[in-house]
Structures are given as structure tokens and as C-alpha cells.
């Protein structure tokens, strides 16, 4: 075996390779005695067949394509120690000739990490706002839940809620048709078209009205897109929305039944601004990590990606998987799914959480931040809290696993690190040895849900 060509790029060595007769033959003789007792060689029982016969049977490329899974991982090998290289990694294989046989291998290195001038990194988070108009927002919508619809005699307005008599064609045939239909009239609506709401307003209980709408050319629904729906109405009631009034009737009214208007507007107040601060936390450590990444120099092995590509792929699946009800419904939902553009969605961000990682991972080494047994003690007991006594047990025992203290130890060394960052961005390098937690992004709570905490 000899190394005909060597070519180091970024993170992979591409290395040619070129076998002689000698190195193979002992791995076409370990392919026949395999195809002997597989293939069925007329004249002979399975498994008697000399070579000779097997080879001139299957032809000689079969045995040499059953011999590579044994040559080519033990060449690769050779390869990598010859040239000295450390793989990171499965190399990847192209055969160019069987004889002599030559491939390529793609060997992956361990990625290159470089710092630049991280302890000049100056950012400080954003300061929190807490907009009146933001809670007047949230209790009004509160107020809508619970209003009441009473009958006007006057034409429709913009909010109201109209009972009607609906009959619609599209191309001559029946689309929507239903008597006593209830819709809310919001000019900013789509339903049942585009413009629908528009035609409505204006109209008095009693009057009728024939018209025709048009769906744009890139409608969400491929198969109303460019239609040009004739509807004909009839308006049967015209209803107008009354909202309680903001008291303490009002409070005690909701689920959370707060004791008081004020109280209810203290509590959204606290929950929203809880819940801004933690994003904002957030918002600055992407900032400051994305503030690292910029001034580093960071690179890495084509492997990596695949393998974090890999995992969102399957978060992914497992969202979707909890979505549906059966197995039919997954496959139904998973046909509709585009890999190009599934590819396009997740690779980028696979490429961006590697960055993140390698980042962050030297820096933890460049600061000598270290995680102990008593902060991954202290951690599990911090799990533990909530944790109802009767199931307090069982799950210590779990959070007790080999795997799950270095799963502990890699989310510690991250915080750590993310708050090393954080006393450097702000001009406080001292020691690193805070522990506390970074507050994480929560997905958005409903009003009803903020009031409920």
C-alpha cells in the first residue's frame, strides 16, 4: 500500500490510495471463502466450489466488490498512521480502479479552534421596557373572551358578528353553502375569500347581496389559488360585541378568579415582564456569542454537521410524531414535507450550533472552567426539588447514571462558560466561579396562562 497523493483542506485530508496485489489477495481469498457458501455454483454442493470456478461463476469484479469491506477500512487505517494524521471521525471512501485498486479517502480532522480577542468583547444586555399599551393589550383581550354578542339594528360595522345565509359557486360548482352562518367581520380576514368582509360591511339585517371575489395567484391553498369564487348572501342578525367593564367583577370572573382589577393588572404586569427579561438574557448571550464566532477563527470536519443535521432531523421527527394520532397521519404529514427545503431550514442552524459548541468549548479551555462532583451534586439536588416524594427516588437513580452526570456536566460547563462571557463583556474578568443558572427563553405564554401563574 502507498500514499500516491496528499492534500490537506480545512478540516479534511484527502488522501489517494493505491494497493498492490500482495495487501489484496489475502482479502479476495477471505471474499470467496464468504460467496462460496452463498452462491449456488452448478456441478458443486454450496460451499465446494474451488475459487477458481466461483470467480469464472460470479465474475471477478463480484469478488473484488465482496473483498473492499475488508480492504478498504484496514488500507484507511494504515493510511492515517502512515501520514500521521488524527482521524475525527469515519473516513469516507471512493473506489477509482479495482486493479490495481486505488480510492480516495476523505479523512476528518479535529476541528481548529482560534480565539481572537475575546476578553475585548464590550456588550451590554438590553434594558427592559414594560409598555402600558402591551398590558391595556393583554386585558383586552382578556375582555373579548368574555364578552357578550347583542342584537343591533344597524347596518354592519367592522367587529361585528353577522348571522347569514351563505350560497357560493366556484367555476359553476358549489362551494360554500350554509344557512344561519355566524362570522366575525374583520376587514383584515381571508375567510371565506379574500375581500369577503369588505362587501359585508354596510349591509342592515334583512338585505341580500350578490357578488364576486378572486383568490390571489400565491393563495396558501394550491387549489383556490387564481379562483374567482360568485357568492350570494342574505343578513339574518347583526350582532355587536360588548365587553365587560375592567372591575373587580370583571377579575373574579376569569378562571384565576384574582381578587381585584388591580391585582389582575399587577399579576400580568409581573408575568410579562418576567417573561421579556428572561428573553432578554437570551437576546445577549446569542449577541455575545455570536460576538465570539465573529472575531474566531472556526473549523471543522464535514462529519460534524451531518451528525448535528442528523439530530435536529429526528427532534424534528419526534415533534411532528406528537403531533398526530397514528401512524397513517405521520406518513400523510411527512409526504408533504420537502427534503430540500427541510435541508435548507435546518443545515444552517446545524452548522451554526457547531460553531456555537467548538466556541464556547475553548473558551471553557482558554479560562480553565471546570465543572467538580459538587456542583453536579448540587445540580441533581436542584432537579430533585420539584420532584414529587414518591418519584424523588426513581429519578435520582436515573439522574445517578454515568450518562446522565456528563450530560449535567456539559449543561454546567456551558452555563459556567456563558457566564464567564458575560463577566468579560461587562468588564468584570474575575475568577469564574459563578454557577448560577441563565435564565432561558420560554415560548410565549397565552394572556390567560400569564394571569394563571
Known amino acids: ?118 476578553l475585548g468583547i464590550r456588550l451590554e444586555p438590553e434594558k427592559v421596557e414594560v409598555k402600558d399599551e402591551i398590558i391595556d393589550g393583554m386585558i383586552r383581550q382578556l375582555q373579548h373572551e368574555k364578552a357578550t354578542w347583542e342584537l343591533v339594528e344597524r347596518p354592519v360595522k367592522s367587529g361585528d358578528l ?25 376587514e383584515q380576514s381571508k375567510y371565506p375569500a379574500p375581500g369577503f368582509s369588505q362587501e359585508i360591511i354596510g349591509l342592515a339585517s334583512g338585505q341580500s347581496k350578490e357578488f364576486k371575489l378572486r383568490y390571489p395567484d400565491d393563495f396558501g391553498k394550491p387549489e383556490l389559488a387564481g379562483k374567482e369564487p360568485e357568492f350570494k348572501i342574505k343578513i339574518n342578525e347583526v350582532k355587536e360585541e360588548k365587553l365587560p367593564p375592567t372591575d373587580d367583577d370583571f377579575a373574579m370572573s376569569l378562571d384565576v378568579e384574582m381578587p381585584t382589577f388591580d391585582a389582575l393588572k399587577t ?30 477563527k472556526v473549523e471543522y470536519p464535514a462529519n460534524l454537521v451531518d451528525m448535528e443535521y442528523e439530530r435536529l432531523v429526528n427532534n424534528q421527527m ?49 479560562e480553565d472552567i471546570k465543572v467538580t462532583d459538587a456542583d453536579v451534586d448540587a ?6 426539588e420539584p420532584v414529587p416524594e414518591e418519584q424523588r427516588a426513581a429519578q435520582q437513580q436515573q439522574l445517578a447514571s454515568k450518562e446522565a452526570r456528563e450530560q449535567i456536566v456539559q449543561v454546567l460547563l456551558s452555563r459556567k462558560t456563558m457566564e464567564r462571557l458575560k463577566q468579560i463583556a461587562s468588564g468584570q474578568a474575575q475568577s469564574a466561579e459563578s454557577n448560577e443558572q441563565s435564565p432561558a427563553a420560554e415560548t410565549q405564554i397565552e394572556n390567560k396562562e400569564e394571569v394563571a401563574q
Open 1 to 118: 500500500m502507498k500514499v500516491t497523493e496528499k492534500k490537506i483542506e480545512g478540516c479534511e485530508a484527502l488522501l489517494t490510495i493505491e494497493m498492490d496485489s500482495a495487501a489484496t489477495e489475502g482479502a479476495l481469498d477471505h471474499a470467496y471463502q464468504r460467496l462460496v457458501k452463498k452462491v449456488d455454483v452448478p456441478g458443486f454442493r454450496k460451499g465446494k466450489a474451488p475459487r477458481a470456478i466461483l470467480e469464472n461463476f460470479v465474475g471477478r469484479e463480484r469478488l473484488i466488490d465482496e473483498s473492499l469491506d475488508e480492504v478498504l477500512p484496514h488500507a484507511c487505517a494504515e493510511a492515517i498512521k502512515e501520514e500521521k494524521l488524527q482521524s475525527f471521525g469515519t473516513p469516507g471512501v471512493e473506489v477509482l480502479q479495482n486493479e490495481p485498486l486505488i480510492f480516495k479517502a476523505r479523512v476528518p480532522l479535529p476541528p481548529k479552534v482560534e480565539l481572537g480577542d475575546y
Open 162 to 186: 353577522v348571522v347569514m345565509d351563505l350560497e357560493s359557486t366556484i367555476d359553476g360548482a358549489p362551494f360554500i353553502n350554509q344557512k344561519g352562518l355566524q362570522i366575525g367581520i374583520d
Open 267 to 296: 399579576r400580568l404586569t409581573e408575568n410579562y415582564r418576567k417573561r421579556v427579561e428572561q428573553q432578554a438574557v437570551q437576546d445577549y448571550e446569542n449577541r455575545l456569542v455570536a460576538e465570539l464566532i465573529k472575531i474566531s
Open 318 to 366: 419526534d415533534r411532528w410524531r406528537s403531533q398526530v394520532n397514528s401512524e397513517a397521519e405521520l406518513e400523510e404529514l411527512l409526504a408533504r414535507v420537502n427534503p430540500e427545503e427541510l435541508a435548507k431550514q435546518l443545515r444552517p442552524m446545524a452548522e451554526e450550533r457547531i460553531k456555537i459548541s467548538l466556541a464556547l468549548g475553548k473558551l471553557a479551555s482558554a
Open 379 to 384: 445540580e441533581v439536588a436542584r432537579m430533585l
